[in-house]
């Protein structure tokens, strides 16, 4: 049984950070990220991060301000977000289960991953 539980998220003005956690139980291998949407829109790709060799891969919309990272020790994804802009605001989900694609854009694709978490509201105001 795989759990994926996240938590961090939360309301900041413009310019603020946040740092998002998705504790996974029942799951060791593959690749991790995390997806957000937002109201009436589909569910985008955020950020992935390979558990084996640390391999990541970035929507260019947060690109030099967001940053993925892992500790396989305590099977736990982070997603540090700095300069949050108001278009950041939608429910963050992580995800697990995704086997490599190349290119790795192809792993910021939703369909490429098994679990998925219940996700965690971020708002930004301006």
């Known amino acids: 049984q795989v759990q994926l539980v996240e938590s961090g998220g939360g309301s900041v003005q413009a310019g603020g950070s946040l740092r998002l956690s998705c504790a996974a139980s029942?799951?060791?291998?593959?690749?991790m990220g995390w997806f957000r949407q937002a109201p009436g829109k589909e569910r985008e790709g955020v950020a992935v991060i390979s558990t084996g060799d640390g391999s990541t891969y970035y929507a260019d919309s947060v690109k030099g301000r967001f940053t993925i990272s892992r500790d396989n020790a305590k099977n736990t994804v982070y997603l540090q977000m700095n300069s949050l802009k108001p278009e950041d605001t939608a429910m963050y989900y992580c995800?697990?289960?995704?086997?490599?694609?190349?290119?790795?854009?192809?792993?910021?694709?939703?369909?490429?991953?098994?679990?998925w978490g219940q996700g965690t509201q971020v708002t930004v105001s301006s």
């Open positions: 995800a697990a289960g995704g086997t490599t694609q190349y290119p790795y854009w192809l792993m910021l694709r939703s369909s490429t991953y098994r679990y």
């Open positions: 029942g799951y060791t291998s593959g690749w």
